[in-house]
Protein backbone atom coordinates (compact mmCIF):
# COMPACT_ATOMS: atom_id res chain seq x y z
CA UNK A 1 0.00 0.00 0.00
CA UNK A 2 1.16 3.71 -0.76
CA UNK A 3 3.58 4.62 1.89
CA UNK A 4 3.77 8.89 2.87
CA UNK A 5 6.36 10.31 4.97
CA UNK A 6 5.98 13.98 5.36
CA UNK A 7 8.11 16.39 7.79
CA UNK A 8 9.93 13.97 9.97
CA UNK A 9 11.93 14.98 12.59
CA UNK A 10 13.95 13.40 15.18
CA UNK A 11 16.55 15.02 17.53
CA UNK A 12 18.72 12.47 19.99
CA UNK A 13 19.97 15.44 22.27
CA UNK A 14 21.17 18.49 20.24
CA UNK A 15 21.50 16.48 17.52
CA UNK A 16 18.95 15.99 14.29
CA UNK A 17 19.16 12.43 13.20
CA UNK A 18 16.34 13.00 10.68
CA UNK A 19 15.50 16.70 9.64
CA UNK A 20 12.64 16.84 8.42
CA UNK A 21 12.55 13.81 5.64
CA UNK A 22 9.46 13.74 2.83
CA UNK A 23 8.77 10.61 0.95
CA UNK A 24 6.36 9.21 -0.98
CA UNK A 25 6.47 5.31 -1.96
CA UNK A 26 3.89 4.59 -4.93
CA UNK A 27 1.83 1.18 -4.41
CA UNK A 28 4.17 -1.87 -5.34
CA UNK A 29 7.03 0.07 -5.59
CA UNK A 30 10.63 -0.27 -4.98
CA UNK A 31 12.21 2.44 -3.32
CA UNK A 32 16.16 2.03 -1.74
CA UNK A 33 17.21 4.27 0.80
CA UNK A 34 20.76 5.01 -0.08
CA UNK A 35 23.07 5.99 2.50
CA UNK A 36 26.49 5.80 4.23
CA UNK A 37 25.76 4.88 7.88
CA UNK A 38 24.70 7.58 9.60
CA UNK A 39 23.04 9.37 7.52
CA UNK A 40 19.74 8.67 9.59
CA UNK A 41 18.46 6.00 7.28
CA UNK A 42 18.48 3.56 10.20
CA UNK A 43 16.46 5.82 12.47
CA UNK A 44 13.56 6.51 9.41
CA UNK A 45 12.84 3.01 9.27
CA UNK A 46 12.33 2.84 12.31
CA UNK A 47 10.21 5.67 12.73
CA UNK A 48 7.96 3.58 9.65
CA UNK A 49 8.16 0.35 11.46
CA UNK A 50 7.32 2.07 15.15
CA UNK A 51 10.34 1.24 16.70
CA UNK A 52 10.84 4.83 16.75
CA UNK A 53 8.30 7.70 17.32
CA UNK A 54 9.11 11.08 15.64
CA UNK A 55 9.50 14.28 17.08
CA UNK A 56 7.48 16.04 14.39
CA UNK A 57 6.53 15.00 10.93
CA UNK A 58 3.64 11.71 10.04
CA UNK A 59 4.10 8.40 8.27
CA UNK A 60 0.87 7.61 6.49
CA UNK A 61 0.16 3.66 5.24
CA UNK A 62 -2.62 3.20 2.68
CA UNK A 63 -4.03 6.61 3.79
CA UNK A 64 -4.08 5.94 7.58
CA UNK A 65 -1.57 7.86 9.93
CA UNK A 66 0.06 5.25 11.83
CA UNK A 67 2.89 7.75 13.45
CA UNK A 68 1.80 6.58 17.03
CA UNK A 69 1.01 2.96 16.11
CA UNK A 70 2.74 0.32 18.09
CA UNK A 71 4.70 -1.25 15.37
CA UNK A 72 2.57 -4.34 16.15
CA UNK A 73 -1.09 -2.74 14.46
CA UNK A 74 1.02 -1.29 11.25
CA UNK A 75 1.00 -4.57 9.26
CA UNK A 76 4.41 -3.97 8.08
CA UNK A 77 6.77 -7.09 7.34
CA UNK A 78 10.39 -6.45 8.15
CA UNK A 79 13.64 -8.38 7.66
CA UNK A 80 16.15 -7.58 10.23
CA UNK A 81 20.22 -7.19 9.04
CA UNK A 82 20.68 -9.98 11.25
CA UNK A 83 17.44 -11.54 10.01
CA UNK A 84 16.03 -12.14 13.81
CA UNK A 85 14.82 -15.66 13.21
CA UNK A 86 13.36 -16.83 16.67
CA UNK A 87 16.33 -19.30 17.52
CA UNK A 88 14.18 -21.84 19.57
CA UNK A 89 11.34 -22.23 17.08
CA UNK A 90 11.66 -24.82 13.77
CA UNK A 91 11.43 -22.19 10.20
CA UNK A 92 7.54 -23.39 9.90
CA UNK A 93 6.77 -21.95 13.87
CA UNK A 94 8.92 -18.99 12.57
CA UNK A 95 7.00 -18.19 9.31
CA UNK A 96 3.53 -19.25 11.24
CA UNK A 97 4.24 -16.38 14.13
CA UNK A 98 2.59 -13.67 12.37
CA UNK A 99 -0.44 -15.49 11.47
CA UNK A 100 -0.57 -16.81 15.01
CA UNK A 101 -0.45 -13.24 16.31
CA UNK A 102 -3.34 -12.87 14.15
CA UNK A 103 -5.48 -15.69 15.65
CA UNK A 104 -5.76 -16.70 12.06
CA UNK A 105 -7.48 -21.07 12.00
CA UNK A 106 -5.00 -23.45 11.91
CA UNK A 107 -5.72 -25.14 9.00
CA UNK A 108 -4.99 -21.72 7.34
CA UNK A 109 -1.98 -21.42 9.09
CA UNK A 110 -0.50 -24.56 7.99
CA UNK A 111 -1.23 -23.62 4.08
CA UNK A 112 -0.07 -20.27 4.13
CA UNK A 113 3.01 -21.35 5.95
CA UNK A 114 3.31 -24.36 2.75
CA UNK A 115 3.12 -21.45 0.13
CA UNK A 116 5.41 -19.09 2.08
CA UNK A 117 7.77 -21.99 2.17
CA UNK A 118 7.14 -23.09 -1.68
CA UNK A 119 7.63 -19.05 -2.53
CA UNK A 120 11.12 -19.31 -0.80
CA UNK A 121 12.03 -22.53 -2.40
CA UNK A 122 12.42 -24.27 1.16
CA UNK A 123 10.03 -26.65 1.05
CA UNK A 124 11.35 -29.43 3.11
CA UNK A 125 13.17 -27.35 5.91
CA UNK A 126 10.46 -26.33 7.53
CA UNK A 127 11.24 -28.69 10.96
CA UNK A 128 14.86 -27.33 10.77
CA UNK A 129 15.54 -24.61 13.72
CA UNK A 130 17.45 -21.66 11.96
CA UNK A 131 21.03 -22.28 13.02
CA UNK A 132 20.71 -25.19 11.46
CA UNK A 133 20.31 -23.49 7.94
CA UNK A 134 22.78 -21.77 6.07
CA UNK A 135 22.81 -17.39 5.56
CA UNK A 136 21.13 -17.79 2.54
CA UNK A 137 18.41 -19.67 3.55
CA UNK A 138 18.01 -18.07 7.19
CA UNK A 139 17.30 -14.80 4.71
CA UNK A 140 14.97 -16.46 2.81
CA UNK A 141 12.83 -17.67 6.06
CA UNK A 142 13.04 -14.49 7.20
CA UNK A 143 11.68 -13.37 3.88
CA UNK A 144 9.20 -15.35 4.21
CA UNK A 145 8.17 -14.51 7.73
CA UNK A 146 7.66 -11.17 6.48
CA UNK A 147 5.71 -11.26 3.46
CA UNK A 148 3.53 -14.61 4.68
CA UNK A 149 0.61 -12.37 6.12
CA UNK A 150 0.22 -10.39 3.17
CA UNK A 151 1.70 -6.72 4.93
CA UNK A 152 0.73 -3.28 3.64
CA UNK A 153 4.89 -2.64 3.47
CA UNK A 154 8.07 -4.78 3.36
CA UNK A 155 10.96 -3.48 4.92
CA UNK A 156 14.41 -4.39 4.11
CA UNK A 157 17.28 -3.56 6.40
CA UNK A 158 20.52 -4.50 4.87
CA UNK A 159 19.76 -7.67 4.08
CA UNK A 160 22.12 -8.68 2.22
CA UNK A 161 25.20 -7.73 4.25
CA UNK A 162 25.71 -11.15 5.86
CA UNK A 163 26.17 -12.89 2.80
CA UNK A 164 29.13 -13.71 0.38
CA UNK A 165 29.69 -12.03 -2.66
CA UNK A 166 28.12 -14.50 -5.25
CA UNK A 167 24.88 -15.35 -2.56
CA UNK A 168 23.94 -12.23 -2.42
CA UNK A 169 23.69 -11.04 -6.07
CA UNK A 170 21.66 -14.28 -6.73
CA UNK A 171 19.23 -12.97 -3.47
CA UNK A 172 18.96 -9.58 -4.49
CA UNK A 173 17.52 -10.00 -8.47
CA UNK A 174 15.41 -13.29 -6.33
CA UNK A 175 13.79 -10.76 -3.86
CA UNK A 176 13.22 -8.41 -6.96
CA UNK A 177 11.53 -10.80 -8.49
CA UNK A 178 9.45 -11.86 -5.87
CA UNK A 179 8.52 -8.38 -4.61
CA UNK A 180 7.10 -7.69 -8.36
CA UNK A 181 5.42 -11.14 -8.08
CA UNK A 182 3.78 -10.12 -5.28
CA UNK A 183 3.21 -6.23 -5.47
CA UNK A 184 4.75 -5.60 -2.41
CA UNK A 185 5.15 -1.87 -1.50
CA UNK A 186 9.13 -2.43 -0.41
CA UNK A 187 11.28 0.12 1.14
CA UNK A 188 14.74 -1.33 1.23
CA UNK A 189 17.74 0.49 3.28
CA UNK A 190 21.11 0.18 2.04
CA UNK A 191 24.79 1.69 1.97
CA UNK A 192 25.44 -0.07 -1.13
CA UNK A 193 25.26 1.83 -4.11
CA UNK A 194 25.80 -1.10 -6.52
CA UNK A 195 23.04 -2.81 -4.77
CA UNK A 196 20.81 -0.37 -4.31
CA UNK A 197 20.87 -0.14 -8.33
CA UNK A 198 20.61 -3.64 -9.11
CA UNK A 199 17.20 -3.37 -7.30
CA UNK A 200 15.39 -0.38 -6.85
CA UNK A 201 12.70 1.46 -8.94
CA UNK A 202 13.86 5.06 -7.47
CA UNK A 203 16.53 5.66 -4.92
CA UNK A 204 16.48 8.16 -2.65
CA UNK A 205 19.81 9.04 -1.23
CA UNK A 206 20.47 10.14 2.17
CA UNK A 207 22.85 12.33 4.03
CA UNK A 208 22.86 14.07 7.09
CA UNK A 209 19.43 13.41 8.24
CA UNK A 210 18.01 14.43 4.80
CA UNK A 211 17.12 13.31 1.31
CA UNK A 212 19.52 14.37 -0.80
CA UNK A 213 17.68 13.40 -4.32
CA UNK A 214 15.33 11.11 -5.39
CA UNK A 215 14.86 9.32 -8.98
CA UNK A 216 15.17 6.59 -11.09
CA UNK A 217 18.47 4.79 -10.67
CA UNK A 218 19.75 5.69 -14.50
CA UNK A 219 18.98 9.44 -14.04
CA UNK A 220 20.59 9.55 -10.47
CA UNK A 221 23.44 7.78 -11.60
CA UNK A 222 23.80 10.12 -14.82
CA UNK A 223 22.37 13.48 -13.44
CA UNK A 224 23.12 13.63 -9.69
CA UNK A 225 22.00 17.02 -7.78
CA UNK A 226 24.90 17.23 -5.68
CA UNK A 227 28.80 16.65 -5.36
CA UNK A 228 27.95 14.22 -2.52
CA UNK A 229 25.61 12.28 -4.53
CA UNK A 230 27.90 12.08 -7.49
CA UNK A 231 30.38 11.06 -5.32
CA UNK A 232 28.35 8.14 -3.40
CA UNK A 233 26.58 6.74 -5.92
CA UNK A 234 29.12 5.01 -8.74
CA UNK A 235 33.00 5.87 -8.79
CA UNK A 236 33.50 9.18 -10.56
CA UNK A 237 35.53 12.11 -11.58
CA UNK A 238 34.53 15.59 -10.55
CA UNK A 239 36.30 17.97 -12.28
CA UNK A 240 36.96 21.56 -11.30
CA UNK A 241 37.08 24.29 -13.83
CA UNK A 242 35.96 27.87 -14.68
CA UNK A 243 32.57 28.54 -17.03
CA UNK A 244 32.07 31.41 -19.45
CA UNK A 245 30.62 31.93 -22.81
CA UNK A 246 29.44 28.13 -23.13
CA UNK A 247 32.65 26.56 -22.65
CA UNK A 248 34.46 25.24 -19.44
CA UNK A 249 38.48 25.84 -19.24
CA UNK A 250 39.65 22.28 -17.81
CA UNK A 251 43.25 21.73 -17.44
CA UNK A 252 44.70 19.77 -19.19
CA UNK A 253 41.29 19.46 -21.29
CA UNK A 254 42.01 23.04 -22.35
CA UNK A 255 37.87 24.38 -23.24
CA UNK A 256 35.16 21.90 -23.36
CA UNK A 257 31.80 22.72 -24.71
CA UNK A 258 29.29 22.65 -21.49
CA UNK A 259 25.98 20.87 -21.91
CA UNK A 260 23.14 23.28 -21.43
CA UNK A 261 25.87 25.78 -21.86
CA UNK A 262 22.84 28.89 -22.29
CA UNK A 263 21.96 28.44 -18.40
CA UNK A 264 25.36 28.04 -17.27
CA UNK A 265 26.49 31.28 -15.03
CA UNK A 266 30.16 32.62 -15.86
CA UNK A 267 32.05 31.11 -12.84
CA UNK A 268 33.31 28.40 -10.98
CA UNK A 269 31.86 24.96 -12.29
CA UNK A 270 32.10 21.29 -10.97
CA UNK A 271 32.12 18.54 -14.20
CA UNK A 272 30.82 14.97 -13.34
CA UNK A 273 32.70 12.60 -15.78
CA UNK A 274 32.16 8.75 -15.06
CA UNK A 275 35.25 6.47 -15.51
CA UNK A 276 33.86 4.66 -18.35
CA UNK A 277 33.15 8.01 -20.23
CA UNK A 278 36.74 8.83 -20.12
CA UNK A 279 38.50 6.88 -23.12
CA UNK A 280 42.43 6.22 -23.45
CA UNK A 281 44.77 5.87 -27.10
CA UNK A 282 42.78 4.83 -29.82
CA UNK A 283 39.36 4.91 -28.54
CA UNK A 284 40.12 8.63 -27.29
CA UNK A 285 41.73 9.77 -30.92
CA UNK A 286 38.38 10.42 -32.39
CA UNK A 287 37.03 12.05 -29.40
CA UNK A 288 36.62 15.90 -29.09
CA UNK A 289 38.10 16.76 -25.79
CA UNK A 290 41.44 15.18 -25.29
CA UNK A 291 44.78 15.77 -22.93
CA UNK A 292 47.49 13.45 -22.32
CA UNK A 293 47.99 11.52 -18.90
CA UNK A 294 50.29 9.40 -17.14
CA UNK A 295 48.78 5.70 -15.80
CA UNK A 296 49.57 5.85 -12.19
CA UNK A 297 48.37 2.28 -11.47
CA UNK A 298 46.39 -0.48 -13.33
CA UNK A 299 43.66 -2.73 -12.05
CA UNK A 300 42.57 -5.52 -13.80
CA UNK A 301 38.95 -6.59 -12.56
CA UNK A 302 37.99 -9.00 -15.52
CA UNK A 303 36.05 -7.11 -18.08
CA UNK A 304 37.40 -3.98 -17.36
CA UNK A 305 40.36 -2.82 -16.46
CA UNK A 306 40.34 0.29 -13.69
CA UNK A 307 43.24 2.97 -14.50
CA UNK A 308 44.15 5.84 -12.06
CA UNK A 309 45.99 8.83 -14.06
CA UNK A 310 47.33 11.93 -13.81
CA UNK A 311 46.29 14.57 -16.33
CA UNK A 312 49.71 16.62 -17.80
CA UNK A 313 48.57 20.00 -16.56
CA UNK A 314 45.54 18.66 -14.43
CA UNK A 315 44.40 16.65 -11.57
CA UNK A 316 44.10 12.58 -11.42
CA UNK A 317 41.60 10.65 -13.02
CA UNK A 318 40.01 7.17 -13.31
CA UNK A 319 38.90 5.45 -16.17
CA UNK A 320 37.53 2.39 -16.70
CA UNK A 321 38.15 0.08 -19.87
CA UNK A 322 35.79 -2.71 -21.12
CA UNK A 323 38.32 -5.63 -22.48
CA UNK A 324 37.43 -8.35 -24.39
CA UNK A 325 39.72 -11.69 -23.79
CA UNK A 326 41.52 -10.96 -27.27
CA UNK A 327 42.27 -6.92 -26.49
CA UNK A 328 45.83 -6.38 -25.70
CA UNK A 329 46.75 -5.57 -22.16
CA UNK A 330 45.72 -2.44 -20.49
CA UNK A 331 48.51 0.68 -20.53
CA UNK A 332 50.81 -0.68 -17.41
CA UNK A 333 52.29 1.88 -14.60
CA UNK A 334 54.27 4.43 -16.25
CA UNK A 335 53.20 4.58 -19.54
CA UNK A 336 51.61 8.16 -21.29
CA UNK A 337 48.76 7.62 -22.90
CA UNK A 338 46.29 10.15 -24.86
CA UNK A 339 43.32 10.73 -23.14
CA UNK A 340 39.63 11.61 -24.71
CA UNK A 341 36.10 12.05 -24.07
CA UNK A 342 32.73 13.50 -25.83
CA UNK A 343 31.67 16.99 -24.15
CA UNK A 344 27.70 15.39 -23.99
CA UNK A 345 29.11 13.13 -21.20
CA UNK A 346 29.99 15.53 -19.13
CA UNK A 347 27.15 16.42 -15.98
CA UNK A 348 27.76 19.93 -14.72
CA UNK A 349 27.01 19.12 -10.82
CA UNK A 350 25.08 21.92 -9.25
CA UNK A 351 27.29 24.28 -6.11
CA UNK A 352 26.59 23.81 -2.80
CA UNK B 1 56.63 -36.73 -12.11
CA UNK B 2 55.95 -36.11 -8.25
CA UNK B 3 58.41 -34.28 -6.19
CA UNK B 4 59.36 -34.47 -2.51
CA UNK B 5 60.42 -31.12 -0.21
CA UNK B 6 62.56 -31.35 2.55
CA UNK B 7 60.29 -31.53 5.58
CA UNK B 8 62.78 -31.40 8.25
CA UNK B 9 60.37 -30.66 11.03
CA UNK B 10 58.17 -33.06 9.99
CA UNK B 11 55.01 -31.44 9.38
CA UNK B 12 53.91 -33.67 6.31
CA UNK B 13 53.97 -36.84 8.63
CA UNK B 14 50.83 -38.45 8.75
CA UNK B 15 47.92 -37.54 10.57
CA UNK B 16 48.69 -39.24 13.71
CA UNK B 17 52.46 -37.06 14.45
CA UNK B 18 50.12 -33.61 13.67
CA UNK B 19 47.46 -34.43 16.71
CA UNK B 20 50.22 -34.98 19.23
CA UNK B 21 51.59 -31.55 18.74
CA UNK B 22 47.72 -29.94 18.69
CA UNK B 23 47.00 -32.32 22.20
CA UNK B 24 50.20 -30.71 23.43
CA UNK B 25 48.47 -27.46 22.96
CA UNK B 26 45.38 -28.06 24.60
CA UNK B 27 47.43 -29.89 27.39
CA UNK B 28 49.12 -26.81 28.39
CA UNK B 29 46.01 -24.79 28.66
CA UNK B 30 45.13 -27.24 31.13
CA UNK B 31 48.15 -26.34 33.62
CA UNK B 32 46.31 -22.97 34.07
CA UNK B 33 43.44 -24.43 36.05
CA UNK B 34 46.05 -26.94 37.87
CA UNK B 35 46.72 -24.78 41.33
CA UNK B 36 43.10 -24.34 41.93
CA UNK B 37 42.61 -28.09 41.15
CA UNK B 38 45.26 -28.73 43.59
CA UNK B 39 43.59 -26.70 46.25
CA UNK B 40 40.55 -28.01 45.96
CA UNK B 41 41.59 -31.38 46.08
CA UNK B 42 43.33 -30.62 49.12
CA UNK B 43 40.88 -28.89 51.17
CA UNK B 44 37.57 -29.76 49.64
CA UNK B 45 37.04 -32.82 47.78
CA UNK B 46 39.70 -34.84 50.14
CA UNK B 47 37.71 -34.10 53.78
CA UNK B 48 34.73 -34.73 51.67
CA UNK B 49 35.63 -38.28 50.68
CA UNK B 50 36.80 -38.90 54.46
CA UNK B 51 33.65 -37.93 55.92
CA UNK B 52 31.32 -40.03 53.59
CA UNK B 53 33.39 -42.61 54.18
CA UNK B 54 32.91 -42.60 57.36
CA UNK B 55 29.39 -43.10 57.11
CA UNK B 56 29.98 -47.07 55.77
CA UNK B 57 32.61 -47.24 58.50
CA UNK B 58 32.96 -50.77 59.92
CA UNK B 59 31.08 -52.06 56.71
CA UNK B 60 27.97 -51.86 58.38
CA UNK B 61 24.99 -49.44 56.41
CA UNK B 62 23.32 -49.01 59.46
CA UNK B 63 23.30 -45.32 59.56
CA UNK B 64 21.59 -45.46 56.49
CA UNK B 65 19.06 -47.55 57.92
CA UNK B 66 18.43 -45.19 60.89
CA UNK B 67 18.59 -42.11 58.84
CA UNK B 68 15.92 -43.81 56.10
CA UNK B 69 13.46 -46.08 58.93
CA UNK B 70 13.27 -43.09 61.43
CA UNK B 71 10.59 -41.20 60.32
CA UNK B 72 12.35 -37.73 62.00
CA UNK B 73 15.29 -37.88 59.84
CA UNK B 74 13.10 -38.29 56.63
CA UNK B 75 10.47 -35.71 57.44
CA UNK B 76 13.00 -32.95 57.96
CA UNK B 77 14.32 -34.28 54.48
CA UNK B 78 11.33 -33.79 53.17
CA UNK B 79 11.15 -30.44 55.41
CA UNK B 80 14.16 -29.12 54.12
CA UNK B 81 13.71 -29.70 50.20
CA UNK B 82 10.12 -28.23 50.59
CA UNK B 83 11.34 -24.93 52.33
CA UNK B 84 14.18 -24.72 49.18
CA UNK B 85 11.70 -25.51 46.51
CA UNK B 86 9.37 -22.49 48.37
CA UNK B 87 12.55 -20.31 49.02
CA UNK B 88 13.33 -20.82 44.98
CA UNK B 89 9.96 -20.25 43.64
CA UNK B 90 9.88 -16.98 45.70
CA UNK B 91 12.99 -15.83 44.45
CA UNK B 92 12.44 -16.68 40.88
CA UNK B 93 8.97 -14.77 41.13
CA UNK B 94 10.66 -11.72 42.67
CA UNK B 95 14.35 -12.42 40.63
CA UNK B 96 13.07 -12.09 36.94
CA UNK B 97 10.95 -8.86 37.15
CA UNK B 98 14.46 -7.13 38.72
CA UNK B 99 16.33 -9.00 35.85
CA UNK B 100 14.57 -8.00 33.18
CA UNK B 101 14.75 -4.14 34.39
CA UNK B 102 18.55 -4.99 34.69
CA UNK B 103 18.71 -6.17 31.63
CA UNK B 104 16.89 -3.07 29.95
CA UNK B 105 18.15 0.00 32.29
CA UNK B 106 20.44 2.60 30.80
CA UNK B 107 23.85 2.76 32.25
CA UNK B 108 22.77 4.77 35.86
CA UNK B 109 20.05 2.53 36.67
CA UNK B 110 22.29 -0.73 35.78
CA UNK B 111 25.09 0.52 38.13
CA UNK B 112 22.05 1.64 40.90
CA UNK B 113 20.52 -1.80 40.18
CA UNK B 114 23.81 -3.83 40.65
CA UNK B 115 24.84 -1.43 43.91
CA UNK B 116 21.43 -2.59 45.43
CA UNK B 117 21.45 -6.31 44.58
CA UNK B 118 25.40 -6.73 45.68
CA UNK B 119 25.27 -4.72 48.31
CA UNK B 120 24.14 -7.81 50.94
CA UNK B 121 27.25 -9.41 49.88
CA UNK B 122 29.20 -6.75 51.63
CA UNK B 123 27.87 -8.03 54.85
CA UNK B 124 27.60 -11.17 56.84
CA UNK B 125 24.66 -13.98 57.06
CA UNK B 126 25.35 -13.71 60.31
CA UNK B 127 24.81 -9.87 60.92
CA UNK B 128 21.87 -9.91 58.39
CA UNK B 129 20.17 -12.37 59.59
CA UNK B 130 20.16 -11.18 63.56
CA UNK B 131 19.22 -7.37 61.56
CA UNK B 132 15.98 -9.49 60.81
CA UNK B 133 15.83 -10.96 64.25
CA UNK B 134 15.42 -7.00 65.27
CA UNK B 135 13.15 -5.99 62.30
CA UNK B 136 10.83 -9.14 62.49
CA UNK B 137 10.16 -9.98 66.15
CA UNK B 138 7.15 -9.66 68.33
CA UNK B 139 8.08 -5.96 69.00
CA UNK B 140 9.82 -5.10 65.76
CA UNK B 141 9.97 -2.48 63.61
CA UNK B 142 7.42 -4.43 61.37
CA UNK B 143 4.56 -5.08 63.76
CA UNK B 144 5.27 -2.22 65.36
CA UNK B 145 4.61 -0.27 62.48
CA UNK B 146 1.82 -2.28 60.85
CA UNK B 147 0.06 -1.73 64.88
CA UNK B 148 0.88 2.07 64.68
CA UNK B 149 -0.89 2.59 61.40
CA UNK B 150 -3.76 0.62 62.74
CA UNK B 151 -3.38 -2.37 60.18
CA UNK B 152 -2.88 -5.34 62.68
CA UNK B 153 -4.32 -5.72 66.30
CA UNK B 154 -2.35 -8.55 67.52
CA UNK B 155 1.35 -8.92 66.35
CA UNK B 156 1.75 -11.05 63.27
CA UNK B 157 3.84 -14.47 63.27
CA UNK B 158 6.87 -13.50 61.07
CA UNK B 159 9.83 -15.18 63.57
CA UNK B 160 10.41 -18.43 64.92
CA UNK B 161 8.37 -20.37 62.15
CA UNK B 162 8.85 -20.74 58.33
CA UNK B 163 7.24 -17.53 57.30
CA UNK B 164 10.67 -15.88 58.81
CA UNK B 165 13.15 -18.63 57.48
CA UNK B 166 11.68 -17.87 54.15
CA UNK B 167 11.94 -14.29 54.37
CA UNK B 168 15.77 -14.48 55.42
CA UNK B 169 16.73 -17.51 52.74
CA UNK B 170 15.16 -15.40 50.32
CA UNK B 171 17.15 -11.86 51.27
CA UNK B 172 20.42 -13.65 51.02
CA UNK B 173 19.42 -16.13 47.62
CA UNK B 174 17.91 -13.62 45.60
CA UNK B 175 21.06 -12.24 43.93
CA UNK B 176 22.38 -15.66 43.19
CA UNK B 177 18.86 -15.69 40.87
CA UNK B 178 18.69 -12.66 39.70
CA UNK B 179 22.38 -12.96 38.08
CA UNK B 180 22.01 -15.87 36.31
CA UNK B 181 18.28 -14.88 34.81
CA UNK B 182 19.89 -11.32 34.27
CA UNK B 183 23.14 -12.71 31.88
CA UNK B 184 20.40 -14.93 29.83
CA UNK B 185 18.32 -12.02 29.33
CA UNK B 186 21.05 -10.06 28.16
CA UNK B 187 22.27 -12.53 25.74
CA UNK B 188 18.64 -12.11 24.13
CA UNK B 189 19.18 -10.23 20.92
CA UNK B 190 16.50 -6.62 21.46
CA UNK B 191 15.62 -7.79 17.73
CA UNK B 192 13.74 -10.83 18.71
CA UNK B 193 11.77 -8.39 20.42
CA UNK B 194 11.32 -5.86 17.86
CA UNK B 195 10.65 -8.45 15.16
CA UNK B 196 7.78 -10.38 17.70
CA UNK B 197 6.07 -6.86 18.16
CA UNK B 198 6.51 -6.03 14.18
CA UNK B 199 4.97 -9.01 12.92
CA UNK B 200 2.15 -8.29 15.24
CA UNK B 201 2.79 -9.28 18.72
CA UNK B 202 1.35 -7.47 21.83
CA UNK B 203 4.24 -7.01 24.64
CA UNK B 204 2.94 -9.52 26.87
CA UNK B 205 2.70 -12.57 24.13
CA UNK B 206 6.61 -11.28 22.84
CA UNK B 207 7.55 -12.08 26.13
CA UNK B 208 5.80 -15.70 26.79
CA UNK B 209 6.83 -16.77 23.36
CA UNK B 210 10.06 -15.28 22.44
CA UNK B 211 11.88 -13.53 25.82
CA UNK B 212 10.82 -16.10 28.47
CA UNK B 213 12.05 -19.43 26.72
CA UNK B 214 14.95 -17.70 25.40
CA UNK B 215 15.75 -16.63 29.07
CA UNK B 216 14.99 -20.91 30.53
CA UNK B 217 19.22 -21.49 30.77
CA UNK B 218 19.25 -18.66 32.79
CA UNK B 219 16.31 -19.32 35.13
CA UNK B 220 17.43 -22.86 35.21
CA UNK B 221 20.26 -22.32 36.21
CA UNK B 222 19.42 -19.92 38.97
CA UNK B 223 16.96 -22.72 40.19
CA UNK B 224 19.82 -24.96 40.39
CA UNK B 225 22.16 -22.13 42.36
CA UNK B 226 19.42 -21.48 44.82
CA UNK B 227 17.95 -24.96 45.55
CA UNK B 228 20.99 -26.50 46.22
CA UNK B 229 22.22 -23.12 48.57
CA UNK B 230 19.06 -23.29 50.21
CA UNK B 231 19.04 -27.46 50.93
CA UNK B 232 22.40 -27.18 52.87
CA UNK B 233 21.41 -23.69 54.65
CA UNK B 234 22.14 -23.59 58.85
CA UNK B 235 22.45 -20.01 60.21
CA UNK B 236 19.65 -18.44 58.41
CA UNK B 237 17.11 -21.20 59.57
CA UNK B 238 18.96 -21.75 62.84
CA UNK B 239 18.38 -18.51 64.10
CA UNK B 240 14.92 -17.16 62.10
CA UNK B 241 12.74 -20.89 63.08
CA UNK B 242 13.91 -20.70 66.52
CA UNK B 243 13.97 -24.01 67.32
CA UNK B 244 10.55 -24.67 65.04
CA UNK B 245 12.03 -25.23 61.43
CA UNK B 246 14.55 -27.69 61.50
CA UNK B 247 16.66 -28.20 58.51
CA UNK B 248 18.87 -31.14 57.58
CA UNK B 249 21.88 -29.68 57.93
CA UNK B 250 20.96 -28.21 61.56
CA UNK B 251 20.51 -31.94 62.10
CA UNK B 252 24.10 -32.53 61.20
CA UNK B 253 25.57 -30.19 63.36
CA UNK B 254 23.24 -31.00 65.77
CA UNK B 255 24.78 -35.00 65.31
CA UNK B 256 28.44 -33.96 65.77
CA UNK B 257 28.31 -31.67 68.03
CA UNK B 258 26.05 -32.74 70.83
CA UNK B 259 25.79 -36.51 70.01
CA UNK B 260 29.60 -36.40 68.75
CA UNK B 261 27.60 -39.26 66.06
CA UNK B 262 30.38 -38.73 63.42
CA UNK B 263 29.52 -41.74 61.15
CA UNK B 264 25.28 -41.28 61.69
CA UNK B 265 26.06 -37.31 60.43
CA UNK B 266 28.64 -38.28 57.86
CA UNK B 267 25.43 -40.99 56.75
CA UNK B 268 23.18 -37.95 56.67
CA UNK B 269 25.51 -35.67 54.90
CA UNK B 270 25.61 -38.44 52.53
CA UNK B 271 22.01 -38.70 52.01
CA UNK B 272 21.75 -34.73 52.04
CA UNK B 273 24.86 -34.77 48.83
CA UNK B 274 22.62 -37.15 46.76
CA UNK B 275 19.37 -35.40 46.64
CA UNK B 276 21.13 -32.65 45.86
CA UNK B 277 22.78 -34.10 42.87
CA UNK B 278 19.66 -35.67 41.88
CA UNK B 279 17.86 -32.40 41.68
CA UNK B 280 20.32 -30.75 39.98
CA UNK B 281 20.64 -33.85 37.28
CA UNK B 282 16.64 -33.51 37.50
CA UNK B 283 16.48 -29.52 36.64
CA UNK B 284 19.20 -30.20 34.06
CA UNK B 285 16.99 -32.72 32.52
CA UNK B 286 13.92 -30.91 32.77
CA UNK B 287 15.94 -27.54 31.28
CA UNK B 288 18.16 -29.30 28.59
CA UNK B 289 15.56 -28.33 25.87
CA UNK B 290 15.48 -25.06 26.55
CA UNK B 291 19.57 -24.78 26.41
CA UNK B 292 20.16 -26.80 22.81
CA UNK B 293 17.31 -24.63 21.64
CA UNK B 294 19.24 -21.19 22.50
CA UNK B 295 22.72 -22.43 22.45
Known amino acids: ?352 | MSSRKADPAGFAAPGHGRRVVARRREAGLLLLGLPALLLLALVFAWPVLRLLSLSVEGGTLAHFEKAALDGLYVSVLLDSLRIAALVTAICLVLAYPVAFWLSRAGRLGLAIGMFALLLPFWTSVLVRTYAWLVLLGRNGVVNRTLRDWGWTEAPLPLLHNTTGVLIGMVHVLLPYMVLPVYAALLRVDPDLTRAAEGLGAPAWRSFLRVTLPLSMPGVSAGCALVFVLSLGFFITPALLGGGHVIMISMLIEQQVREFLEWPFAAALSTVLLLATLAIYALIGRLTRGARLATS
Request: hydrophobic fraction near 45%; proline fraction near 8%.
Open chain 1, 1 to 352: MQLSVTGIVRRFGTVAALGGVDLDVAEGEFLTILGPSGSGKTTLLKAIAGFEIPDEGAVTLGGLDVTLAPPRSREVGMVFQNYALFPHMSVAQNIAFPLEMRRRPRAEVRQRVEAALRLVELEGMAARLPRQLSGGQQQRVALARAVVFDPKLLLLDEPFGALDRKLRESLQLEVRRLQRRLGLTTLFITHDQEEALIMSDRIAVMDKGRIQQIGRPGDLYARPASRFVADFLGESNLLEGRAGQGVAQLPGFGAVPLPGAAAQPDGPVTLLLRPEALRVEAAAAPLPCRATGTVLETVFLGQSAKLRLRVEGGAEMLARLPLRPSDPPPPAEGVVVTLGFAPEDLHVVPQG
